[in-house]
């Protein structure tokens, strides 16, 4: 890649903190079999057909730190520091501009393992058309709109949606006229190019061009690269609840009729709880009680699977899922037996995993055998997002 007199500029956006990462350091620097995303990117910029001005936009502060872990790879690229928000980082990689260059593509670090060849097809794909040109995919998922209370509003026609990804490509002339122009932050820079009157075009993007924002993501990264061994994580829970509640009984997911109803803040489901304690334990994420205090009215009464899938959720947000769970249920009553694969079966739904539980007593001893309440003890399996 040589920088001497280019046409095509190519902007690695790298200046965010990727709070929602979770990495406690900036996600360009984050490694991936052995790299940084930010050197992952890189690479697929001086795998262009073209040769470019690199422009790397990182954190105040590390432009030297960035100069020395580029140097073998991109040795004339230009570091900057970058700004309070993405609009303002690109805004000082435009600064940087080499007065020769035509096209300018502007890229997210985050979008690390992007083929050099979709860089290669949007430069073309400016060149022919003289327009903004984005890369994109269409968009697989139902999507649905919502009002403020979150429910369903109407059913948006995904024919006309497309993913958007990076990198962007514009004429240099119409990008710099979109940023001085721009009155408000925008969310990519083709909204920029739009606002100002002029067309962009979307052409075909890469599946490999995901963006690593959240802890599921960059599980997928380096999977990738073998990086990353699939080592399953194991949690304990337990939970011992009282007869004597208000209601009916509510046990394993099930309704159980005509038997007295378990106390608690909740439904007294023991063995829900018990699990969410394990699925938590597991995944390093607390336990029941602090994150489902008995102080927050919206879990009064709330039935076990209202907690079972508000964990579900948390642990694919920290790139998890349940491999299965094993609950051994401590009690006289109810007798256990003749539902428990329906059991299995409606807690199985809700974690997407295979449920076993198993009911003894305590031959009359103790809180159980008297008949008092109920325990359960529950083991679960996790194994990272592939």
Known sequence: MSASSPRV???????????????????????????????????????????????????????????????????????????????????????????????????????????????????????????????????SDTIKRTD????????????????????????????????RAATEEATDDAALVAAIGHPVRIVAGDPLAFKVTTPADLARAEQLFGSAPVVPRIGLGTDTHAFGGDGELWLAGLHWPDEPALAGHSDGDAVAHAIVDALLSAAGLGDIGSVFGTDDPRFAGARGEVFLEATRERLAAAGLRVGNVSVQLIGNRPRFARRREEAERVLGDILGAPVSISATTTDGLGFTGRGEGVTAIATALLVPVT
């Open 9 to 139: 500029a190519v902007i690695v956006v790298a200046a965010g903190s990727g709070t929602r990462l979770g990495a406690g350091m900036p996600k360009a620097f984050v490694s991936v079999g052995g790299r940084t995303l930010l050197e992952h990117a890189v690479h697929a910029v001086s795998g262009m057909r073209s040769d470019a001005q690199l422009i790397a936009v990182v954190p105040a502060g590390a432009t030297d730190e960035v100069r020395r872990l580029l140097a073998a790879l991109a040795p004339e690229a230009v570091v900057v520091a970058g700004g309070a928000s993405r609009q303002a980082s690109v805004e000082a990689g435009l600064a940087a501009l080499h007065e020769a260059v035509e096209v300018v593509l502007v890229h997210d670090a985050a979008r690390a393992f992007t083929p050099s060849g979709q860089f290669d097809a949007v430069v073309a794909a400016v060149d022919a058309a003289g327009e903004g040109v984005v890369p994109g995919l269409p968009v």
């Open 148 to 179: 403020a209370d979150a429910l369903v509003t109407g059913t948006v026609d995904r024919s006309e949606l497309v993913a958007v990804q990076t990198p962007q490509g514009f004429p240099r002339d119409i990008l710099l006229q979109a940023y």
